[in-house]
Structure formats: structure tokens, C-alpha cells
T-cell receptor, first 117, second 117 residues
């Protein structure tokens, strides 16, 4: 079973609108971390936001916020006021602390976001 | 400036010709790892290292070797490259903290685009 599922291969959003990128995860580890990364066409991986499994509040970083629903095992990324520069691939990832691969970051397959002027 | 460097950034080679992709970080991070990125598959971990002389397989280790003789360096070795190893490769590093290791951001190198003909 996939540990990280991103069900939207591609999405379009109008400039200045908000957009939600979906991410669901699967783990039996009580302690885990969820990350979102942005990959523009230039290829580098840019860290956006982090949410810990024990964090009481949803994480926010500027225009990025994470809608964390622990019971549903979802960690959706919300981008407010989309800009043309937000056009990129977005990856959800999870780090677990148990098992042989301790601290391994497991990635979803990504969502390609296109911002329309 | 905190960074992870990789060399070369682009490489075209032929089947069977041994190659090494170097990775170096200047943040004194304990944890380093290699990923490959293929279209539609996201990033998959090849190997990781928790510290000097401590390495272990990730999800797709076949055809690769690594070594960790110094804390800052983590080279990826392809002893006999094949066309199915054509991919975009990322090196990454993160620090490990007692109890909070899951929270630390993973820093990525700029990527190495490898083509094996």
C-alpha cells in the first residue's frame, strides 16, 4: 500500500485564487512528520511547510497552510492568493521514526499545479 | 551558506561505464540520502546513511553503491550503469535530534540528470 497518496496529477488555478492540493498518508507510527516540497521547472526541491503528528495547530508559512486532519490521515496544502510563480510540481512527504528506515522521507507522486493569468 | 552540492549536474554516459556522483554538505548533518526521481513515480530513496560508516538500503538500491567515509560526503556509485538508471538524482541531508528528528527539514542538492545510453 502506498504510504503517501496524492490523487491530483494536475491542477489549474486562476491567479489570485486559493487552491488546495490533496495528500493522504498511511502510517501506524504515532510519531511522524509531514512535509510539502515545491519543485519548479528548474528542478530544485524547495521546502514549504512542516506538520508534526503531535502539533495541535495547523502549520502556516506565509501563503502556505497545511490543513491537517489526523483522524482522516490527510495533510492538504492550501496556497492562498496564487501567483504565476506557484506553477510547479508539489510533493507531499512523510517521515516516520520507527522501523529500519528510520527518518526516511517517503514521497507521494506529486501534483502539477498550473496558475492561469 | 548552508547547502548540499552535487557533481556533475548533467551526465550522459554509456552502458557499463562506471561513474560516481559526488554529494557534499556543509551543515554537519548526520543523515544523508540519495533519491531518484522518475516521471509519475515521485522520489524514491536509493540509500541512506545515519552517520559515518553507517549506510543502509532504501527502496530501490539495486545497481547502486554508496560510501560514507566522511560526515560531509556521500558519493553515489554506479558500477555498471544501465539505461533503466536514466533518471534525475537528488542527494539530501538533515540533522538528527533526540526525539525531534522527524521535524528537521531535509535539504536537497540541485539534482544530477543522468542519461545512460
Amino acid at each position: 500500500a502506498q504510504k503517501i497518496t496524492q490523487t491530483q496529477p494536475g491542477m489549474f488555478v486562476q491567479e489570485k485564487e486559493a487552491v488546495t492540493l490533496d495528500c493522504t498518508y498511511d502510517t501506524s507510527d504515532p510519531s511522524y512528520g509531514l512535509f510539502w516540497y515545491k519543485q519548479p521547472s528548474s528542478g530544485e526541491m524547495i521546502f514549504l511547510i512542516y506538520q508534526g503528528s503531535y502539533d495541535q495547530q495547523n502549520a502556516t508559512e506565509g501563503r502556505y497552510s497545511l490543513n491537517f486532519q489526523k483522524a482522516r490521515k490527510s495533510a492538504n496544502l492550501v496556497i492562498s492568493a496564487s501567483q504565476l510563480g506557484d506553477s510547479a510540481m508539489y510533493f507531499c512527504a512523510m517521515r516516520e521514526t520507527s522501523g529500519a528506515g528510520s527518518y526516511q522521507l517517503t514521497f507521494g507522486k506529486g501534483t502539477k499545479l498550473s496558475v492561469i493569468p | 551558506e548552508a547547502q548540499v552540492t552535487q557533481n556533475p549536474r548533467y551526465l550522459i554516459t554509456v552502458t557499463g561505464k562506471k561513474l560516481t556522483v559526488t554529494c557534499s554538505q556543509n551543515m554537519n548533518h548526520e543523515y544523508m540520502s540519495w533519491y531518484r526521481q522518475d516521471p509519475g513515480l515521485g522520489l524514491r530513496q536509493i540509500y541512506y546513511s545515519m552517520n559515518v560508516e553507517v549506510t543502509d538500503k532504501g527502496d530501490v538500491p539495486e545497481g547502486y553503491k554508496v560510501s560514507r567515509k566522511e560526515k560531509r560526503n556521500f558519493p553515489l556509485i554506479l558500477e555498471s550503469p544501465s539505461p533503466n538508471q536514466t533518471s534525475l538524482y537528488f542527494c539530501a541531508s538533515t540533522k538528527l535530534g533526540l526525539g525531534q528528528g522527524i521535524a528537521y527539514e531535509q535539504y536537497f542538492g540541485p539534482g544530477t540528470r543522468l542519461t545512460v545510453t
